[in-house]
């Protein structure tokens, strides 16, 4: 059983930045998919960011590229999030995720994912 362990959500201003950490609890699977994915009110979940092991492949959303960077230490276990020029539209209950990965690009869909972390709420205030 796989847990992840999120950190670093808040509240920020508008225009500030945020950095999230996701720490696996024990050994990922030897090639595995793992990013982020959020949840605002009466909405679906979607897809951030996500990384595949190696980082040979990244994905992200439209509303985030140029914003958003996510980042792998694979020695640690541990996937970062760094959350730049937030908008309020940001504003998210954020979640940590990972899949088995096979090659290819990593899945989007948060139906895809085996494992989750606890959640992170972001505040963003314009």
């Known amino acids: 059983q796989v847990q992840l362990v999120e950190s670093g959500g808040g509240s920020v201003q508008a225009g500030g930045s945020l950095r999230f950490s996701c720490a696996a609890s024990?050994?990922?699977?030897?090639?595995?998919?793992i990013g982020w994915f959020r949840q605002a009110p009466g909405q679906e979940r979607e897809g951030v960011a996500i990384?595949?092991?190696?980082?040979?492949?990244?994905y992200y959303a439209d509303s985030v590229k140029g914003r958003f960077f996510i980042s792998l230490d694979n020695a640690e276990n541990t996937v970062y999030l760094q959350m730049n020029s937030l908008k309020p539209e940001d504003a998210a209950m954020y979640y940590c995720a990972t899949r088995p990965w096979y090659g290819g690009s990593c899945a989007t869909r948060w139906e895809n994912y085996v494992y989750w972390g606890q959640g992170t709420q972001v505040t963003v205030s314009s």
């Open positions: 990384i595949a092991s190696g980082g040979s492949s990244t």
């Open positions: 024990t050994y990922l699977y030897s090639s595995y998919c």
